[in-house]
């Protein structure tokens, strides 16, 4: 099983970037995909959250700039960032889980850098 995120970079402030998860090697229909950022000397925080009925949640901080997504007909989930803030700045993490079944999958991570 593997998750594979892609997607991040640099950007302005108030710019857009999406970031986009992959899995392979299950179905992942019945996981919620979220999105974690980690900053330095930081705990790995949630910003955003799809379930398999596609219910979303957000942390206050992205509520209305964030849109989470999924594709379950091709394992993907996707992250639209907009009007993105230097404090958006920091390594994003994909994890797609199911507690029911206690399985949890990590992507790599990928950097997003708001600065002028």
């Known amino acids: 099983v593997q998750i594979v995120e892609s997607g991040g970079g640099l950007v302005r402030p108030g710019g857009s970037l999406s970031l986009s998860c992959l899995g392979s090697g299950r179905d992942f229909s019945l996981f919620s995909w979220a999105w974690y950022r980690q900053t330095p000397g930081q705990q790995r925080e949630e910003v955003a959250l799809v379930t398999p009925n596609t219910n979303t949640d957000y942390a206050d901080a992205v509520k209305g700039r964030f849109i989470a997504s999924r594709d379950d007909t091709r394992s993907m989930a996707n992250l639209q960032m907009n009007d993105l803030k230097p404090e958006d700045t920091g390594v994003y993490y994909c994890?797609?889980?199911?507690?029911?079944?206690?399985?949890?999958?990590w992507g790599q991570g990928t950097q997003v850098t708001v600065s002028s």
């Open positions: 994890n797609a889980r199911n507690n029911v079944l206690g399985r949890s999958f």
